[in-house]
């Protein structure tokens, strides 16, 4: 077997590494113990491939080696105060029985438990104001949110109320007029209705209208005609009263000065208000929430509404001063925190990529099929073709993981001047991690076979819910688009430039920075071919000479974000500490890096960066890596630190354990 050395800040495996120590957990009992010497067996029962799979079935722990997996958990989620202001509270808060995983509730009554959680939620903050002026934390009740049924209801309602919500409020001036109480301590929720029926991604265009009142000093809001209806926010009653903040366009005198946002009550304990119309939506699968058209006719609000900050103040003689010059400036800032919405979708979307992965792993780890031997039972793990593949989605998790934690950081701590660069890096991960959940929620499902269909394990949820993350906050290529327009177009950003590749032939594949020089001469190729296509047929509109450098763009843009995550990846195996831990990720990093020179090695071996050999050695070395970390699988999981009670209430992740009055049928 090829050895594998990974080249990150250390030498390879710590003695006794792979297979694992002794004693580091022991074989699944019940329905499927080994069974020594059960029979006879059929021809061919003594060759090396069947004594591989009794090998890897009887290293297989069920429960993973505890000291690495306390590491990878530091790594993934950090430690001491910051750990617990982050991540703590909320894996205490979905561990509470009000949140365990139950399905079989009606639409209506999922709808209404989504705010009963935003109510504990609220109850477990000290500050709701502190919390909406906090990304990491925020980000961090997405991630765990994510995770209970599905993650669409309570995450959805308390990402509009805390971020959309609650934090466009704090990022504008602050008006003494407004009781921010109510809402802080969820006597009224908040919703933020920007998006129309007819204006999504080109939500600058919207008609929503607020015209100011000279003589009564307000303003008028007004939906001009039915494409102008605020489409999909939670504006009915359930859940109790309600206020939005409404994105529409301010006239004064006639004068078109732009969107900005309004405070707008809707509801009260008796109803709706005057002149707001509701109405419901069918029920959107993935997050059974109060979805609705909204529509106002001619609702007077008090000056006291209108956001106002840099972007635009009005004055006492009806005169806009703004540090914008352009309408489409303003409006930006004004929805600036769909930035922050961006990070709370991709932390979503990553703690449902580590709840799925870890579901399935599990499965798989007690779930037994037939042996070679006549009579033998083996856990489905002890197959490549089954733990191969979520090896892989456990590899992509922890790099989507680490690519959220290093964007996060740079949102949390850039300039002013870095706001552009800090917005980039934002929509690229969001893009990327939201993508890649997709995959992963498909692949969890499908190892579990049709009993991952039944709404009570879990994982049915999941794909859903991700497929919201994917389109809010921006449509992913939409934001995709605009982000490589800027990288093409020679927007600066931190990312290091393209390392020297070796001569094709002299570098090792198992060399992650090696890995990692030929990922960025990918994206650099990339770059390169949309430069060349915009360039040619300067004659052509904008459009068309678009439309040809577009695809090599958005490659671009995807091996842009893939280098991200590598980075993201490799400095966190440089700061393991733990030796089994940091060998186990380094592997990991490996696998995952040559999972995504994969489809790349043509471009690669065209341009002399790689060789013939380097392409025929890398299945091989991959499957070596699949070697060393099947016997881990649990280890790996283990780090996802998903609470006992969440996967107590979760019958495939129980192994033996499992009831099977849950199900009407099962078979796989």
Not at 90 to 104: E, K, N, Y
Not at 291 to 300: E, G, K, Y
Request: charged fraction near 20%; hydrophobic fraction near 40%.
């Amino acid at each position: 077997m090829t050895v594998v050395t990974t080249h990150v800040g250390g030498p390879g495996a710590p003695e006794g590494a792979s297979p694992p120590a002794q004693g580091s957990g022991s074989h699944v009992q019940g329905s499927g113990s080994h069974a020594e010497g059960s029979g006879a067996q059929a021809e061919g029962s003594g060759s090396q491939g069947e004594q591989g799979l009794e090998a890897l079935a009887a290293a297989l722990p069920a429960v993973g080696e505890v000291q690495p997996a306390r590491e990878l958990a530091r790594l993934l989620f950090g430690c001491g105060q910051e750990r617990e202001r982050n991540h703590g509270v909320w894996r205490r808060l979905i561990s509470h029985q009000a949140f365990r995983h139950s399905p079989g509730r009606s639409p209506a009554q999922q709808a209404a438990l989504a705010y009963t959680w935003l109510r504990l939620v609220n109850e477990s903050v000290e500050d709701a104001e502190s919390l909406a002026r906090d990304p990491g934390v925020l980000a961090g009740l997405h991630e765990w949110a994510a995770i209970v049924d599905g993650g669409g209801g309570l995450c959805t309602v308390a990402s509009i109320h805390y971020n959309l919500f609650l934090g466009s409020l704090v990022d504008h001036d602050r008006d003494e007029r407004r009781d921010l109480s109510q809402f802080t301590s969820l006597r009224r929720v908040g919703t933020f209705l920007c998006t129309e029926v007819d204006h999504g991604n080109d939500s600058a265009a919207l008609e929503t209208t607020a015209v100011f009142d000279r003589e009564g000093g307000g303003f008028i809001l007004n939906t001009p005609h039915p494409g102008a209806e605020k489409f999909m926010p939670n504006t009915s009653t359930t859940g109790g009263p309600k206020t939005a903040v409404v994105a529409a366009r301010l006239l004064v005198d006639g004068r078109d000065q732009g969107v900005f946002l309004f405070l707008t009550p809707l509801s009260d304990e008796r109803g709706l208000l005057p002149g707001v119309e509701v109405r419901e939506l069918p029920l959107r699968s993935g997050a059974p929430v109060d979805h609705c058209l909204t529509a106002f006719h001619q609702v007077r609000l008090p000056r006291e509404a209108l956001l106002e900050a840099e972007h635009g103040r009005l004055g006492q003689d009806a005169t806009l001063s703004s540090a914008f010059g352009n309408r489409r400036k303003r409006f930006l800032h004004s929805i600036g925190r769909v930035t922050v919405g961006k990070l709370c979708m991709s932390g979503a979307a990553v703690g449902a990529s580590r709840a799925a992965v870890g579901i399935a792993v599990r499965y798989g780890q007690h779930r037994h099929v037939a042996g070679p031997k006549a009579g033998q039972r083996l856990p489905v793990n002890a197959h490549r073709t089954h733990h191969g593949r979520l090896l892989h989605a456990t590899a992509t998790a922890y790099a989507m993981t680490f690519l959220h934690r290093s964007v996060l950081s740079g949102w949390v701590r850039h300039s002013g001047e870095e706001r552009a660069e800090a917005e980039r890096q934002v929509a690229i991960a969001k893009g990327w991690i939201t993508w890649q959940a997709r995959a992963i929620a498909a692949e969890c499902r499908e190892r579990c076979g049709a009993q991952g269909l039944f709404a009570v394990n879990a994982l049915s949820g999941y794909a859903p819910y991700i497929e919201g993350t994917i389109t809010a906050e921006g449509d992913n290529l939409v934001i995709w688009t605009k982000a490589a327009a800027e990288l093409l177009l020679g927007h600066q950003d931190s990312t290091p430039a393209p390392s020297p590749v070796p001569a094709a032939g002299h570098g090792e594949l198992s060399d992650v920075f090696f890995l990692r020089a030929l990922l960025a001469r990918s994206e650099a190729i990339w770059h390169a071919r949309a430069r060349a296509a915009l360039r040619r047929d300067r004659f052509e509109g904008s459009v068309a000479r678009w439309n040809k450098a577009s695809s090599a763009a958005l490659e671009m843009v995807r091996a842009y974000a893939v280098l991200r995550a590598a980075d993201a990846f490799i400095e966190a195996v440089e700061q393991a500490a733990e030796p089994l831990a940091r060998h186990l990720l380094g592997q990991l990093c490996t696998l995952f890096l040559l999972d995504q020179l994969g489809a790349r090695t043509g471009d690669l071996l065209a341009e002399e960066h790689i060789s013939a050999d380097h392409i025929r050695e890398l299945p091989v070395l991959a499957d070596a890596l699949l070697d060393g970390l099947a016997p881990h699988m649990m280890t790996l999981v283990d780090g996802f630190d998903l609470p006992e009670q969440f996967l107590d209430a979760i019958p495939l992740a129980g192994g033996a354990g499992i009831d099977l009055a849950h199900y009407a049928h099962t078979d796989g």
